[in-house]
């Protein structure tokens, strides 16, 4: 299984609402990542974990809110949104060490209106 | 930052015909990696090459790497239309391997 699963795959939320994105992986991968990216823009970096543990938060509001429950899940909390929030977020998994490589899930588009 | 920067933004050839795109960081790196995005989807991997190799081959693919010049470029040979999509480099920075920065990517259009 070299798969990144994502759900859902849309979104659309208020920006009273309070909903969650989901990531899992079943390659035994010991870091995760979520990506956010906006239309014809690179994915930039929002939060690493390694060994189920938040390595990397790159200044993200506190609106964002991530959680690893176990190796192979990772979850992203989202509440009180702004419109500008609205992107394709990414999830993706690396094994540590030699092979950095990332593996992608499809995304999940989010709009908040 | 250690944003990369890539150019060109766009490209646009025919089919047989070769593309090569540019991609420049700004800090130390362990090393560079190129991906793939079709419209609107996850990023595929496509070739990683570390600081201390200066190029790369993979099937149509090769990669090139100056750290001097702090710069690198990826060739697909023999471009087909399925090789229309966003092409992203990528930096693992030398101190901190987690954190991969991506540039600022190359949209590609191969015509029939």
């Known amino acids: 299984d070299t798969e990144v699963t994502q759900t859902p795959k849309h979104l659309v939320m208020g920006m009273t609402n309070k909903k969650s994105l989901k990531c899992e992986q079943h390659m035994g991968h010991r870091a995760m990542y979520w990506y956010k990216q906006k239309a014809k823009k690179p994915p930039e970096l929002m939060f690493v974990?390694?060994?189920?543990?938040?390595?990397i938060n790159e200044s993200v509001p506190s609106r964002f809110s991530p959680e690893c429950p176990n190796s192979s899940l990772l979850n992203l909390h989202l509440h009180a949104l702004q419109p500008e929030d609205s992107a394709l977020y990414l999830c993706?998994?690396?094994?540590?060490?030699?092979?950095?490589?990332?593996?992608f899930g499809s995304g999940t588009q989010l709009s908040v209106l | 930052s250690q944003q990369g920067e890539e150019d060109p933004q766009a490209l646009s050839i025919q089919e047989g015909e070769n593309a090569t795109m540019n991609c420049s960081y700004k800090?130390?790196?362990?090393?560079l990696q190129w991906y793939r995005q079709n419209s609107g989807r996850g990023l595929v991997h496509l070739i990683l090459?570390?600081?201390?190799?200066r190029e790369k081959h993979s099937g149509r693919l090769r990669v090139t790497l100056d750290t001097s010049k702090k710069s690198s470029s990826l060739l697909i040979t023999a471009s087909r239309a399925a090789d229309t999509a966003s092409y992203f480099c990528a930096t693992a920075g030398a101190y901190n391997t987690d954190k991969l920065i991506f540039g600022t990517g190359t949209r590609l259009q191969v015509f029939p």
């Open positions: 993706a998994s690396s094994h540590r060490g030699e092979n950095e490589k990332l593996f």
């Open positions: 090459i570390r600081s201390n190799e």
């Open positions: 974990y390694s060994y189920e543990k938040l390595s």
């Open positions: 800090t130390s790196i362990n090393n």
